[in-house]
């Protein structure tokens, strides 16, 4: 199979693919939006893009994109742990930095860091990690670093300054898989989790109580819910629909009552996909 990820080369979702794909040959994407349209040119078999981070939330451009552009099938997810490290050129000095470039979501994350120890620098985002590594590779003039993972300091031949800088110690991300085709995953010799399906619910216009009668809905057939986020349906301010993960596989019973009883309230309910959920170990150690 030809696996896309958001690129360049050693993001996170690089370490994601390697971990869940490690036979597979994999295509970094500039971009979410990139590398979904190449799903959909047919240019990939499977498509791997990140879509909830334990610290910053919900990607929201995945999220919409997979709503409003492209419905296809989640196949599969990954959760990987986030180490985010501070390096830069190996003829630089720490002292010297003025530029600090990531990812926003990992400048938030090593807010506390970066104000304790690089007050002054500014603080400049780029649309991964890696990119902003590849950067510093590539600019060795600039007095600037990086903030990545250790696969990106090892990628772009960069100095690790400082290690873990980020504010929090249990930071994870998910990343879904992505497929024109219902896929099947395999779970053997992987770090299988359970099963999860995740359905789109748009509430019936102007019903008073109608989340609760939904959320009744899966509570009444004890079914767990990992997560209910809503998001705007674009259609004018107010109008929301809610992703919501159910902790179990599509069955012929629970989740089929569920849709039909939903249904019956005047709710529209899409179901995103059911898949396999799988979980990374932790990062190599780094030594500075």
């Known amino acids: ?3 896309g990820f958001l690129g360049p080369k050693a993001t996170f979702t690089d370490i994601a693919v390697r ?3 490690p036979d597979e040959s994999a295509m970094p994407y500039p971009t979410i939006p990139s590398c979904l349209d190449a799903l959909a040119a047919e240019a990939i078999d499977l498509a791997v893009v990140p879509i909830e981070n334990a610290l910053e939330g919900s990607v929201n451009i995945t999220l919409d994109y997979l709503v409003h552009e492209a419905n296809y099938p989640i196949v599969g997810e990954v959760t990987a742990p986030i180490r985010q490290h501070l390096m830069i050129h190996p003829d630089n000095k ?26 002054e620098a500014s603080l400049v985002n780029t649309t991964s ?28 031949a960069l100095k690790v300054v400082k290690t873990d800088i980020h504010d929090f110690s249990h930071n994870h991300t998910r990343f879904i898989v992505v497929s024109k085709q219902n896929r099947k995953l395999e779970t053997e010799n992987r770090d299988f989790k359970g099963f ?22 899966f509570a009444w057939r ?10 705007p349906m674009k259609t004018g301010l107010g109008n929301y629909f809610f ?38 170990g932790r990062e190599k150690q780094v030594v500075s």
């Open 19 to 21: 971990g869940l794909f």
């Open 222 to 231: 004890k079914l767990n819910l990992s997560k209910i986020e809503s998001r």
């Open 129 to 156: 990690t890696a990119a902003a590594a590849k950067y510093i590779k590539e600019n060795p003039q600039e007095k600037a670093a990086a903030i990545a993972n250790i696969l990106a300091s090892e990628e772009y």
């Open 1 to 3: 199979m030809k696996i």
């Open 94 to 119: 720490f002292e010297e930095i003025e530029t600090v470039y990531s990812h926003s979501h990992a400048i938030a994350q090593c807010h506390k860091y970066l104000h304790a120890e690089l007050k």
């Open 196 to 217: 999860k399906t995740t359905v789109m619910v748009s509430l019936p216009d102007d019903r008073a109580g109608a989340l609760h009668q939904v959320l009744s809905a």
């Open 243 to 280: 992703i919501i993960d159910i902790e179990m596989k599509e069955d012929h019973i629970l989740i089929p009552g569920v849709v039909a009883e939903l249904e019956a309230l005047g709710c529209k309910v899409n179901n995103l996909g059911s898949y396999p959920s799988f979980q990374l």
